[in-house]
Every structure is written in structure tokens, then in C-alpha cells.
Nanobody, 124 residues
Framework: QVELVESGGGLAQAGGSLRLSCAAS????????MGWFRQAPGKEREFVTA????????YYADSVKGRFTISRDNAKNTVYLQMNSLNPEDTAVYYC?????????????????WGQGTPVTVSS
């Protein structure tokens, strides 16, 4: 069992930055992939980014490429999402997820554990 707790969400202005954290506990690392997803009101949950273990390879949705950066600190069992150049379309609840099987996937059903989500609101 893996428990994930997100933090760092809040309100930002367009063009601003936020950093989200996801602390993992329980049967923790390594998870083969740690990902961030987001869900805006009335929309489906969508893939944002993922980081693989042990390679450290990263993957990004086209909509956030060049603006968002995922990283992980294995010593702290924590994954981070640095979000820069935010725009109102980034407004959503952001979820951290862990995948316990090898291989990269952007589909949320292929992730085994989820955090409770942290809201991000970007004002114009």
C-alpha cells in the first residue's frame, strides 16, 4: 500500500509559478512511475507529466512542455511539480499517482495509487 499526499496548490496569477509536492509513504519507492494528472471542472482527468524509476526519464503532455518540470527526491520519498508561466487553462485539481508496474503510460487507469488532489487556480 502506498499513500500519497499532495501539497502546494493555491492561487496564482497568469504568468506566475507554483510548486506542488507529493509525499509518499507506506510501501514507497521504487514505484516504476510517478505521475501528475489534473482534472478541471466538467472535464476528464488528464495526464500532465511522469517520471520513471530508475532511469529518471520524464514525459510531458504537450500542453505543459517547456513550462512544467517534474522531479523526485528518493531520499525524501517526494515528487515535485514545478509549474511556471501558468495560464488560466492550467486551473484544475492536480493529483499525484504511482504506478507499480514497469513501463510508461499516460492513462490514469494504469496507475495504482492516488493522492487526494490539490487545487490550483490561475487568474487572468
Amino acid at each position: 500500500q502506498v499513500e500519497l499526499v499532495e501539497s502546494g496548490g493555491g492561487l496564482a496569477q497568469a504568468g506566475g509559478s507554483l510548486r506542488l509536492s507529493c509525499a509518499a509513504s507506506g510501501r514507497t519507492f521504487p514505484s516504476y512511475a510517478m505521475g501528475w494528472f489534473r482534472q478541471a471542472p466538467g472535464k476528464e482527468r488528464e495526464f500532465v507529466t511522469a517520471i520513471m524509476w530508475p532511469s529518471g526519464s520524464t514525459y510531458y503532455a504537450d500542453s505543459v512542455k517547456g513550462r512544467f518540470t517534474i522531479s523526485r527526491d528518493n531520499a525524501k520519498n517526494t515528487v515535485y511539480l514545478q509549474m511556471n508561466s501558468l495560464n488560466p487553462e492550467d486551473t484544475a485539481v492536480y493529483y499525484c499517482a504511482a504506478r507499480q508496474s514497469p513501463g510508461m503510460t499516460s492513462h490514469p487507469t494504469n496507475y495504482d495509487y492516488w493522492g487526494q488532489g490539490t487545487p490550483v487556480t490561475v487568474s487572468s
